[in-house]
């Protein structure tokens, strides 16, 4: 089953305590497609402008990215600049460029339009939904956002998630979103809007899946060596929808399964700067790291005691 993914393709510039780089390869989309491309067939829908250089198209095609939805129009690519202090956890963003981004209206080729699987990464949530209307009748839709549409489109946002069965977001944005500082009582509070499924990225401290009935915690793969967060959150979310796609498993075990597929394809992309890990990742070695995050967090049952003070 192939994923359709809309999304930001970017020069990204980043700053962290360990290192810098300059205009690399980045964007949620990309980001996302290079993750589901281990597991899944993806179709992308981007734009980047005339300075694209073919090697990242190279890249893109090398994974087998279909990418008749990428346009070329004339301008610069979307430029993210930002920085990272000992925290890795928070992202400072210090310039954003959106170029041929700021005029960009997504157009589903007509090809994609019968996806069963839809990923919206975090573009304006006006052209969310007018993509969610483009795709005939997807079997699950995911989506991102981020605190700038949260605080300047709410209303649009709103309808775009009363249309999902997936949010993928991280707990600063639950907090904000729900306007409860409380994590679990604010993921209660989104729920209550009707939505099935809710999932939150903490970063180093793993990802909370909320349903209606119960809650899922998966803890982040411990790591000695974390780079470059960027890119973790939609790294995460191309591996989970990538694995739902390639099994058509939606129980909430499937589910659980997709998010530890996250979780591990996220941690890979921590460990170099922008997707230079993923580059020379192989299928064996997400297999390892899968086996070893189930194996770290296995405990047993609750033992019988003799007398319980
Ligand atoms: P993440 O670290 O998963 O939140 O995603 C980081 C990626 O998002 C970077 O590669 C950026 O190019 C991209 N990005 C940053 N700001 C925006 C924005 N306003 N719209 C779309 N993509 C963005």
Known sequence: MSILVVGSVAFDSIETPFGRVENVLGGSATYFSTAASFFADVNLVAVVGDDFPQQHLDFLRSREIDLRGLTRSSGKTFHWKGKY??????????????????????????????????????????????????????????????????????????KVIGEVDILIIN???????????????????????GLKNLIVKRGEYGVLMFTKTSIFAAPAYPLEEVFDPTGAGDTFAGGFMGYLANTGDTSEAGIRQAIIFGSVMASFNVEDFSLDRLKRLSYGEIEERYRSLKAMTHFEGLPAMESPL
Not at 101 to 108: A, G, L, M, R, V
Not at 174 to 188: M, W
């Open 85 to 158: 202090g000992y925290d890795l956890n928070e992202a400072q963003t210090l310039e954003t460029h959106l170029n041929v981004f700021e005029t960009f209206k997504p157009q589903i080729p007509s090809a994609y339009a019968d996806s069963d699987y839809l990923f919206l990464a975090n573009i304006d949530p006006d052209l969310q939904m007018d993509v969610m209307r483009q795709v005939k009748s997807p079997k699950i839709i995911a989506s991102d956002t981020m605190n700038y549409w949260i605080s300047s489109k709410p209303d649009s946002l709103k």
């Open 171 to 193: 707990d600063a944005e639950v907090r904000q979103l729900s306007q409860e500082p409380n994590l679990v009582k604010g993921a209660k509070k989104i729920l209550e809007t």
